[in-house]
């Protein structure tokens, strides 16, 4: 399979899986509006398994009814003392989030993660929760697991946010839901916007204004969080994947459908489109503050190389390991700046880029935290052991890599996949013709 890209297309028309921080989010702001709140299309991976099931413990009540999923939720500051841990398995959205919301209530919990998770940063979000009066603990001042003894009478504070990071704005935003007063965020580098989109449709006060140097957020809990029936659109993080693989296979006629076209996720396909992927919006509406679209590709050349300021790579952070493989296919050098965040992600996907590019013949260099790619329209020699330190996407896109290579990668213990994006390696067999 895979082995002559010439004989291969993508093609069909797709519906990606639902959006993995839409699904986090719905599920915690769900379980803090009192009423029942509706929500289909959920991602059903290990990751957002995981959210339910701390925000169950943590005293909602959530079910799945003929397809949907029903959250009886409770209001601010009355979340439950949990019995046991929380764990949050692979998920730094899942534990950092949650960071956020217990700490504006009076109980202690103590969430860990699995071996990948222990080894991320979590100063970066306490650093932050701490100020309103919570007691933290972490691992080495820096690791999972996170003790927390939570209080119940926060104090409203104003926060500056230099690292690009939307989990630490999401994290500050959820502890402001039991603070009395008004809190207010400066973003210095625009992130996803999906909690404050989500608050505003729930009814919440919160306010966001924009300028040159930073977004200013301001929120107040006078107003109660409202339950809400919310279909989730499908994730462009994962959606990318294939549509990569579309823009990078001439011939290839391919339609997405229900895809999140938020403004702060689509990055990848400026990117491609910049690189000459022949990517056309055919539908687009708003929905619950947010815009989905039905996207097409009608790929009729291979692609050119880029070069991505690191002013936009916050915009397309988690698709740089799929976008990587691109450039590794397209004419002339690539360059990818600025890409520190990269390097505490699920593992350091700068370096696992890096050294399964060039494992598998891609010539590649990485200077400070810039990436440049030496690309070309050869098949590459493949039959690379890709090393991917059970990050779902570098397993993911070095499977991609597979349609540009002479022989398949090797790529041993695909599990990883099933925190995202569960149904994978099922579509690419779909939709590859």
Do not use: W
Request: proline residues 4%.
């Amino acid at each position: 399979m895979m082995a002559n890209f010439k004989k291969n297309t993508i093609k069909g028309s797709y519906y990606p899986p639902g959006d993995k921080s839409i699904s986090h989010r719905i599920i915690i702001l769900g379980s803090q509006a009192l009423g029942k709140s509706v929500v289909s299309n959920l991602l059903e991976g290990e990751d957002v398994l995981n959210t339910i099931k701390a925000m169950r413990d943590l005293g909602a009540n959530i079910k799945k009814e003929r397809g949907k999923f029903s959250i009886y939720g409770l209001p601010p500051g009355s979340l439950f003392q949990p019995k046991n841990k929380l764990n949050f398995g692979n998920s730094g959205t899942g534990i950092r989030l949650i960071s956020g919301l217990v700490c504006s209530n009076n109980i202690k919990t103590i969430l860990i993660g699995d071996k990948s998770l222990s080894k991320r940063p979590m100063r970066r979000i306490t650093e932050h929760l701490l100020k309103i009066g919570a007691i933290i603990k972490l691992r080495g001042d820096l690791y999972p697991p996170i003790r927390i003894k939570g209080i119940g009478n926060p104090i409203p504070m104003s926060f500056d946010i230099k690292i690009p990071s939307a989990q630490i704005k999401s994290s500050i935003i959820l502890s402001s839901l039991n603070t009395n007063g008004i809190v207010k965020i400066k973003e210095f580098n625009s992130t996803r916007d999906h909690t404050e989109n989500m608050l505003k449709s729930m009814g919440y006060n919160i306010t966001v204004k924009q300028n040159k140097k930073f977004r200013f957020i301001k929120l107040q809990n006078d107003k109660p969080l409202k339950p809400i029936n919310y279909r989730v659109p499908g994730d462009p993080s994962s959606a990318a994947f294939l549509i990569t693989a579309a823009c990078l296979l001439p011939g290839s006629k391919f339609a997405v459908k229900n895809i999140l076209f938020n403004k702060t996720r689509i990055g990848f396909i400026q990117t491609l489109k910049s690189m000459g992927g022949n990517i056309k919006i055919i539908k687009k509406e708003k929905l619950n503050n947010e815009i989905v679209a039905d996207i097409y590709i009608d790929q009729k050349k291979n692609l050119k190389s880029v070069i991505v300021k690191s002013s936009n790579i916050p915009l397309q952070i988690d698709e740089i390991p799929i976008l990587s493989i691109a450039a590794s296919f397209a004419n002339g050098t690539s360059i990818f700046k600025g890409l520190k965040e990269l390097t505490v992600k699920e593992s350091n996907r700068l370096d696992l880029i890096h050294k399964n590019l060039l494992n598998m013949g891609v010539k590649s260099e990485i200077k400070g935290f810039d990436l440049y790619i030496y690309g070309n329209y050869k098949l590459k020699k493949g039959n690379a052991k890709i090393i991917h330190n059970l990050d779902h996407r570098i397993v993911m896109s070095f499977y991609i890599a597979n349609l540009i290579c002479e022989k398949n990668n090797i790529i041993k213990d695909k599990s990883c996949v099933k925190t995202s994006y569960p149904s994978f390696f099922k579509d690419v067999r779909k939709f590859l013709n």
